[in-house]
């Protein structure tokens, strides 16, 4: 078993929808949870960054850590054609200097 | 401001040659350094990462070495390139003065061996 994982998808929205996007883990000392996003061919940003559980929001993405179910996701409101990325969940135990676990990424494509 | 710089971008090299990437940050001292490698539907591959000068940790055996020379500096290397090194090679760093406690990646070098 993985130690995350996440659907690979493609997943195809039209604009304006509203995105989900998920990942498990099964690592309970996983306490610092990321999103990355990845344009083709260029390197994964970061996009968003908690510590534990509960929600965190930055305009239309909010991120979203249930530590008890071993579950994140990642939503994205009001879904524009630039959100079409691949997005990578990340997490680790204690933070950026220690070693950091990726899931394999979900490929988003946002219909215009 | 941090910045994270790799080169060569893109790069086509023959079976057996010899293999150089760099990868330099601005911007903070003494950070911690990775190289990863990314095949579509694999994910990300951590293959070293270094915690000051000199200092490299393998996390998988292969053909591939690193080095780091200066405080900033992070070099890939290769003797003989195989087949199975195509992918797009990713440079990371985390540590002081990053906006968070993770790791901000360079804009990568995809690589094709033919």
């Known amino acids: 078993q993985k130690e995350v994982e996440q659907d690979p998808g493609p997943l195809s929205v039209p604009e304006g929808a509203i995105v989900s996007l998920n990942c498990t883990y099964s690592?309970?000392?996983?306490?610092?949870f990321m999103w990355y996003r990845q344009y083709s061919r260029k390197g994964p940003e970061l996009l968003m960054y908690t510590y534990s559980s509960g929600n965190k929001e930055d305009g239309r993405f909010t991120a979203q850590v249930d530590k008890s179910s071993k579950y994140i996701s990642l939503f994205i409101r009001d879904s524009q054609p630039s959100d079409s990325a691949t997005y990578l969940c990340a997490m680790s135990a204690r933070g950026g200097y220690q070693k950091v676990t990726f899931g394999t990424g979900t490929k988003l494509q946002v219909i215009p | 401001s941090q910045t994270i710089h790799q080169w060569p971008a893109t790069l086509v090299q023959p079976v057996g040659s010899p293999l150089s990437l760099e990868c330099t940050v601005e911007?903070?001292?003494?950070?911690?350094l990775y190289w990863y490698r990314q095949a579509a539907g694999r994910g990300l591959q951590l293959l070293f990462y270094?915690?000051?000068?000199g200092q490299i940790s393998s996390e998988v055996p292969q053909n591939l070495s690193a080095s780091r020379p200066q405080d900033r500096q992070f070099i890939l290397s290769s003797k003989k390139l195989l087949l199975s090194d195509s992918g797009f090679y990713l440079c990371?760093?985390?540590?002081w003065g990053a906006g968070e406690d993770t790791q901000y990646f360079g804009p990568g070098t995809r690589l094709t061996v033919l």
């Open positions: 911007g903070t001292s003494n950070p911690n």
């Open positions: 690592n309970s000392a996983f306490q610092y």
């Open positions: 990371a760093w985390s540590g």
């Open positions: 270094s915690v000051g000068i």
